[in-house]
């Protein structure tokens, strides 16, 4: 089946502009994840969501960056105001949340952001 | 969540087995044991999850020391394909689940 798919898969943008990163995750997966990869960095969490419930923001870099997700189903991660240190690798995952702590986690392929 | 400690890096030759070692010595009884890896320029995958016991599936193997405060991934013969960052992550109930990543082990596989 379709797995996460994220668009787009590369994002070139002046520093100082908006960007809007999509991720669509598996369907029927109530649990969805952002995090980011900045280069020689590791993966860092940024946001999560899960069904109706609030999502977990903890991770967030700053109040540039919010996300939502329409309809319990696709997510928007945005990035206002885009400064060079946001360049990175934004991936989402997505996770069914029938097992919890034994739940695993689908990664889509990322969007690669460049900030100029 | 507790946390997790590997080497940087690990070397194999092609179709021999590799063990990659995790020190969790502060692992709560709940919490899993997750291994995933990541190939040049792709997300992360997941690889295998333990509590307890040992697990096996088609990818690798998990073995999970007595007390619990280690475990081993184990790809039986490594591929060129298996050259990757493998993770090993611990996941307490209750939360998130959010995957807090570390460094990682850095796995080189020569033909």
């Known amino acids: 089946g379709a797995g996460v798919s994220q668009s787009p898969s590369n994002k070139v943008t002046e520093k100082g502009k908006d960007v809007e990163l999509r991720c669509d995750p598996i369907?029927?997966?109530?649990?969805l994840y952002w995090y980011r990869q900045s280069l020689g960095q590791g993966l860092e969490f940024l946001i999560y969501f899960q069904g109706n419930s609030a999502p977990d923001k903890s991770g967030l870099p700053s109040d540039r960056f919010s996300a939502e997700r329409t309809g319990g189903s696709v997510s928007t991660l945005t990035i206002q105001r885009t400064q060079q240190e946001d360049s990175a690798v934004y991936l989402c995952?997505?996770?069914?949340?029938?097992?919890?702590?034994?739940?695993?986690?689908?990664f889509g392929p990322g969007t690669r952001l460049t900030v100029l | 969540d507790a946390k997790t400690t590997q080497p940087n890096s690990m070397e194999s030759n092609e179709e021999e087995p590799v063990h990659l070692p995790c020190n969790h010595s502060?692992?709560?009884?709940?919490?899993?044991i997750h291994w995933y890896r990541q190939l040049p320029s792709q997300g992360p995958e997941y690889v295998i999850h333990g509590l307890t016991s040992n697990v096996n599936n088609r990818m690798a193997s998990l073995a999970i020391a007595e007390d619990r405060k280690s475990s081993t991934l184990i790809l039986h013969r490594a591929t060129l394909r298996d050259a990757a960052v493998y993770y090993c992550i611990l996941i307490s109930p209750g939360g998130y689940n959010k995957l807090i990543f570390g460094a990682g082990t850095r796995l080189a596989v020569h033909p």
């Open positions: 502060t692992i709560s009884g709940t919490d899993y």
């Open positions: 369907s029927g997966h109530t649990a």
């Open positions: 995952a997505s996770s069914p949340r029938t097992q919890r702590a034994a739940d695993t986690q689908y």
